[in-house]
């Protein structure tokens, strides 16, 4: 999340910066260009990050359900 935050400031910046020069218009557009990518290839891991951890918490969740319903029908105490 922070370097997807890093990447919207710096886009952000970019942005700001190409709109008040007017000089080197290309090298500030092609600049804008990569950090737009950045931020999308960014966003992209921070989605599968997210989806991961999300997993990962129901499993640990419903993982500790199902053993503790079968350790009743089993008549096991934890």
Known sequence: MLGLLAISAALLAGYWLHRRASEGRAARRSIVLVISVLAVLLSGATLVDVAL???????ASW????????GQQNGDSD
């Open 63 to 70: 993982s500790s359900v199902t053993k503790g319903a079968a």
């Open 53 to 59: 951890i999300g997993h990962s918490g129901a499993k």
